[in-house]
């Protein structure tokens, strides 16, 4: 028999069967007709799948935050989080620090949920202040990939929530430090990075990408222009169509970047005027091929019929972007 954990204001007989229990029943409302009605049995589904999180077993742990993650992505429970923000951030961060390789992961996932259901303001970056240290820590060294994963999308969910310009450039130079120096095994060392597998790289440039897509074109400097085009030349040709992909986008995201801050003045705040037209004409250019011969053919091994398609299709789509804002001429 599991020992149930009495805390305070819960009821201890609520929620034993909640870990499995699909979210329904009648719905409720705070009188507010704008408010998102929420669901009463979702709430017994969270407190039922918050009381697993204390258990000594793994295995109930893990059932508990996998009904986390279940009643988060399947109803909106702002309300009820608003009152266990800190409960359930403790027990997330508690998990990720004594948990296995499955647990943390399920655990980063969680985090990124709860943050993304509190939205922004101060409850979001206190869990974010009291839980990046540990996740940058995962998403850098942890053996397993599925960690690593789990933690990079949890930070760019935070950054991007939270939405402050110093902590995304901060998080930006994280994520980079994962896909930007690879195969280089003195940088490695040196920012205690463990090689990351191809599923890694994917992640992590798709949340720097996220992150990038919300600065403004006077926010970037061309030293950033001028040092992510290689890089994401090289990320282009991997054998891994994730990467690929992944590329193609960050490289699209700042071809708008440079043509937003054409129009505005901006993309230049660390150099002259000059420095833009050397970058459109040697490394821009480059890329640009790359991702049109993308988009029309494919010559890595061991790609199905489908992932070739996948990847003309995705990479014909970045292009149009393009298009639409002058980037691709």
């Not at 020992?3 to 007989?13: N, Q, S």
């Not at 949340?207 to 994401?232: D, E, N, R, Y």
Request: aromatic content about 4%; proline content about 3%; overall charge negative.
């Amino acid at each position: 028999m599991q020992r149930k954990v009495a805390r305070g204001d819960e009821d201890p007989g609520e929620g034993s069967d909640s870990l499995s229990s699909p979210l329904a029943g009648s719905r409720w409302s705070d009188g507010n007709p704008n408010v998102v009605e929420e669901v009463q049995a979702g709430s017994s589904a969270l407190e039922g799948s918050l009381d697993a999180l204390y258990e000594k077993r793994a295995a109930t742990r893990e059932a508990g935050l996998k009904g986390l993650i279940r009643a988060f992505t399947q109803e909106v429970m702002s309300n009820y989080v608003e009152n266990k923000y800190e409960t359930i951030g403790h027990q997330l961060l508690t998990c990720i620090k004594k948990g296995g390789s499955s647990e943390i992961a399920l655990a980063a996932r969680a985090l990124g949920l709860l943050v993304l259901t509190l939205g922004v303001g101060d409850a979001a970056s206190q869990i974010k202040t009291e839980s990046e240290q540990y996740l940058v820590k995962i998403a850098k060294s942890a053996p397993a990939s599925t960690s690593r994963i789990a933690a990079l999308e949890a930070l760019a969910i935070m950054c991007f929530v939270c939405n402050v310009d110093e902590d995304k450039e901060e998080e930006m130079a994280n994520f980079w430090q994962i896909f930007g120096h690879v195969g280089v095994e003195a940088s490695d060392q040196k920012l205690k990075v463990h090689q990351p597998p191809d599923a890694v790289k994917a992640a992590a440039l798709s949340g720097w990408t996220l992150l990038l897509s919300t600065l403004m074109p006077l926010q970037i400097p061309t030293a950033l222009l001028t040092s992510s085009f290689p890089v994401l030349s090289l990320l282009l040709e991997s054998q891994d169509m994730a990467v690929r992909r992944a590329a193609g986008e960050a490289a699209a995201t700042l071809y708008e970047a440079i043509y937003d801050g054409a129009d505005t003045g901006g993309c230049d705040t660390e150099s002259t005027d000059s420095s833009i037209p050397d970058l459109e004409e040697v490394t821009k250019d480059q890329v640009l091929h790359q991702m049109k011969t993308l988009s029309v053919s494919s010559t890595k091994k061991f790609q199905t019929r489908k992932e070739r398609a996948l990847q003309r299709k995705s990479f014909r789509q970045l292009l149009t972007t393009l298009e639409v804002c002058g980037g691709s001429s």
